[in-house]
């Protein structure tokens, strides 16, 4: 089973933190590593996408790494903004581009 | 803006009625997919399809049906609908590897 796990499940913070969510990914012969934005009623907004040949991509405010030998994902926002609050979802993706998606973290940022 | 398009965006409907929800998309991308999204669940991939007559359950098991007679059109039909096809079902399209672009979803509920 191509499993994929991402705590915290959700998240508060104040207006002007940085802050970190974290995916696991259990199978190691990954594609790429996806991350979106889901915000309530929408669909998703990707937002990163890491080839399985590179260890990071930023966006913004926005970085994601990728450390596929402990099948690892993080997603780091600068400066958090009451805009940024959502639910991020991370997803790895096979060579065919099919997603895996974890359960994602709802993020709220306090201003 | 939203180039990839569901309707109806809410539909609440009886047990045994025939239901087709409906995805098109303008970026003439040949991949497009269905996902099923449970609340406080992960996307799982119903149906996907890599261009015109092609067509392919995914991982997760559906009693739902799609076809692929044009490339801009991917509609998914339930022929009886049953109270456990309550859910989100999630439209997105993309080009090779590409991140898939994602519709704002179908809240379907059966009573």
């Known amino acids: 089973k191509q499993e994929v796990t991402q705590i915290p499940a959700a998240l508060s913070v104040p207006e002007g933190e940085n802050l970190v969510l974290n995916c696991s990914f259990t199978?190691?012969?990954?594609?790429?590593l996806q991350w979106f934005r889901q915000d309530p009623g929408k669909g998703l907004t990707s937002l990163l996408l890491?080839?399985?040949?590179?260890r990071e991509q930023t966006s913004g405010r926005l970085n994601a790494s990728l450390d596929k030998s402990s099948g690892r994902s993080t997603l780091y926002i600068a400066a958090s903004q009451p805009g940024d609050s959502a639910t991020y979802l991370c997803?790895?993706?096979?060579?065919?581009?099919?997603?895996?998606f974890g359960t994602g973290t709802r993020l709220t940022v306090i201003p | 803006e939203a180039d990839i398009y569901q309707t109806p965006r809410y539909l609440v409907i009886g047990t045994g009625k025939k239901i087709t929800l409906e995805c098109s998309q303008t970026?003439?991308?040949?991949?497009m997919y269905w996902y099923q999204q449970d609340p406080g669940m992960e996307l799982h991939l119903i149906h996907y399809?890599?261009?015109?007559?092609?067509?392919e359950k995914g991982d997760l098991s559906s009693e739902s049906t799609v076809s692929r007679i044009r490339t801009e059109h991917f509609p998914l039909t339930l022929e009886s609908a049953r109270p456990s096809h309550t859910s989100q079902y999630l439209c997105?399209?993309?080009?090779?590897?590409?991140?898939?672009?994602f519709g704002d979803g179908t809240r379907l509920s059966i009573l």
């Open positions: 399809s890599y261009g015109v007559n092609s067509t």
């Open positions: 199978d190691s012969a990954i594609y790429n």
């Open positions: 970026m003439g991308h040949d991949k």
């Open positions: 997105a399209s993309g080009r090779g590897n590409q991140p898939q672009h």
């Open positions: 890491i080839q399985s040949s590179q």
């Open positions: 997803a790895r993706g096979t060579g065919a581009n099919n997603l895996f």
